[in-house]
């Protein structure tokens, strides 16, 4: 259990610095009001930091109720919970939301990058062989 925790953690900083990065570099070409917040640092790295602890709720349920298959229920769950993530992001242009304003294809492209990021890097380190 103590390397799974170290897991998670490097898991969470790995997917947080990551997409701080891809912020920062996406940032000068984006174009967006100040206003925009899911393209703000604090936002990325509390919806980043939210994401990997969720995710490890939901490994520990799976490990504790399917103990024999938990790796590939985990990954089918994380695959369907990736696809679920890009709605809101899809959805922004349409919003009526003054906030949304910013939700350009690129944005919108360089957000959904970021779930794809920190899926991979989640599934990765929680699935991993821990010897």
């Not at 000068?28 to 990325?44: E, G, M």
């Not at 939901?58 to 504790?64: A, P, S």
């Not at 089918?76 to 350009?104: E, H």
């Amino acid at each position: 259990m103590k390397k799974f925790t170290i897991n998670v953690l490097i898991a969470t900083i790995l997917s947080t610095v990551f997409n701080i990065v891809l912020l920062a570099i996406a940032r000068p070409f984006a174009n967006v009001p100040a206003t925009f917040s899911p393209f703000q640092y604090l936002s990325v790295i509390l919806f980043t930091v939210l994401s990997v602890i969720t995710a490890m709720i939901v490994y520990m349920g799976i490990l504790k109720f399917y103990p024999i298959f938990y790796k590939k229920i985990f990954i089918w769950v994380s695959v369907i919970s990736l696809i679920f993530s890009f709605i809101p992001d899809i959805l922004m242009p349409y919003s009526k939301d003054i906030d949304d304003q910013g939700a350009t294809f690129f944005v919108i492209v360089i957000l959904m990058i970021m779930h794809v990021l920190t899926a991979g890097i989640v599934v990765y380190f929680f699935t991993k062989k821990i010897d």
